[in-house]
């Protein structure tokens, strides 16, 4: 069944309708669709349903009149720029840290990779030998939150 | 701006009308790997609409820029945490300033300014439009009045155009918790209004 179809079988009460003026206020386009058609159909066929649609587009109107001012012309570009600017500042920090791990003096060539392999084996053995530790249902709980996050399910 | 040096023009218009066509779900695809020109389009499409929403909410333009700024950054540093299919890029969009208009009315807590307070600039208007003003100063200080949480839907759905889903999405509410909070905030309006300006416009 299609929408179309589906939005003109539903029945409009006054009641209801009375309570989606009351919500969205006069105008059929802020409707929720699926009562869309039975709303104007009930208007079409009830004087006192467009009596009733007129006030409720008195408020609209009033709303309308409430105007704002545009962005100011500068704001696009600011946004654009702080986020170039940030990009370079990332991209400089790599820079810093593969020079910093290649080092300048051949002695320097093998120690800072070295140095960085060795950090995470460390945690790595740590982190197992704390995992192991636990009892067991906080070991379970604790790997159901790791495959949680993982899985990119959890904030 | 971020093109590379030397690109020729056709090759720079064809890619801009690329971009332009693509979908907010694929711009954001693009903003996770770092392209400019995707999150400057997502920029051109969603700042208008998102700087009314802000400034609607809290009544002042400037404040607006810095709420609509924040948030296009946050796109760009943390576009990963956008699932593709949790909610439209506008919904998302929306709840970022939602989010950020809270924060800010938090910290701003106890400064803000009378809306009604404010005096017209233009002080030699026509008569029809001074009434115009004199009525739109009266609905802006009545939507001041009115609770924040009823303020904030009838702004979705009414000046943003959102649906009653993507509105109750976006305030991470029940479709029916907002259309209660749209009845009674404009039930207050109305009380607001009818004896304010029905001195202007006759019975509301």
């Not at chain 1, 704390?130 to 906080?138: F, R, V």
């Not at chain 2, 950020?100 to 701003?108: Q, S, Y």
């Not at chain 2, 001074?130 to 802006?140: G, S, T």
Request: hydrophobic share 40%; net charge negative; aromatic share 6%.
């Amino acid at each position: 069944m299609n929408q179309q179809n589906r939005t003109h079988k539903t029945q409009m009460t006054r009641e209801r309708f009375s309570q989606l003026l009351d919500a969205y206020g006069g105008d059929a386009k802020r409707w929720p669709i699926e009562e869309r058609a039975a709303a104007l159909l009930l208007v079409e066929q009830s004087e006192e349903a467009r009596r009733l649609q007129q006030s409720a587009l008195a408020l609209d109107s009033l709303l309308d009149s409430v105007q704002i001012s545009q962005p100011s012309t500068k704001l696009r570009q600011r946004i654009l720029a702080k986020a170039h600017h940030h990009t370079e500042q990332v991209q400089d920090a790599w820079q810093w840290f593969i020079q910093w791990l290649i080092g300048t003096t051949p002695r320097e060539h093998i120690l800072r990779p070295a140095f960085a392999l060795v950090i995470p084996l460390l945690l790595g053995i740590v982190i197992g030998f704390n995992l192991a530790s636990l009892p067991e249902d906080e070991n379970r709980w604790v790997e159901e939150e790791i495959n949680l996050l993982a899985l990119g399910h959890k904030e | 701006m971020f093109l590379a040096n030397g690109v020729t023009a056709p090759l720079i218009d064809a890619e801009e009308s690329r971009v332009k066509n693509t979908l907010d779900e694929t711009l954001m695809q693009q903003i996770r790997g770092g392209d400019h020109q995707a999150f400057a389009t997502l920029v051109g499409r969603h700042m208008e609409a998102l700087h009314g929403f802000a400034q609607r909410l809290l009544g002042n333009p400037a404040d607006a820029d810095d709420i609509v700024q924040e948030t296009f950054l946050r796109v760009w540093h943390k576009a990963e945490k956008w699932r593709p299919k949790s909610a439209k890029v506008s919904t998302w969009l929306h709840s970022i300033v939602h989010n950020l208009c809270i924060d800010f009315h938090r910290r701003d807590k106890g400064e803000t300014v009378n809306i009604a307070d404010v005096e017209l600039i233009e002080p030699h208007l026509p008569d029809d439009s001074r009434q115009q003003e004199e009525v739109a100063v009266q609905v802006k200080a009545a939507l001041q009045q009115i609770p924040e949480s009823q303020r904030r839907a009838i702004i979705l759905c009414h000046y943003q155009g959102m649906s009653n889903r993507e509105a109750a999405q976006a305030l991470g509410i029940s479709v029916s918790a907002l259309e209660s909070l749209m009845a009674r905030g404009r039930r207050k309006l109305r009380n607001i209004l009818q004896t304010q300006v029905a001195d202007l416009l006759g019975e509301l």
